[in-house]
């Protein structure tokens, strides 16, 4: 497994036929804390959505948690970058749009005012780190994992992914996910 250099932390990839498979972890900001759990995951799913359909982003996997977003792209070499701006670009404008819908709502009133984001919150609305956990990365993608002994900790993970609204193993179980996932 090789390792691909990025301005802020690492990135692994991995090595696939058409491009580079990379896999990462996006933190959320803090932003999250002016929405409800559903509806940031929601927005995050949007964004990802736009980025497939307007960016050619290709996304062979992906888990929306609570705190953060894995995500395994299958990408040419030397487009991450440009690829995340544009994502986050993406998100920024959900949450732009956000606003200007709970202005309309509430115009003038202090609700409106406390669930404005602050600027500095727009900046970077994720911290970007390695996807280190092989095995996470080979679920979300829909590949098995197989051992001959009994891994608790798999066993958990196996579990909590496949009964997770926000991950694509619903995709590899035949169903329908809420961000668009491109096959192998």
Known sequence: MSKYNTKEKETTVLPGNHGDTVALLLNIGE???NFSEYHYKLLIARALNECVHNERMNIAGY???KRRVCLVLRIEPGRLDKMLEAFYGRVRKELRVHEERMNLLYPGNRASKANMIPEELYV???KKYPLLNDYLVKLITGQKVELPYYNPHLARLKDHIHHYNFCSAIDHA???GPVIVKFK
């Open 174 to 176: 035949g169903a329908t």
């Open 31 to 33: 932003w999250k804390n």
């Open 63 to 65: 888990l929306i948690t």
């Open 124 to 126: 970077n609305p994720f």
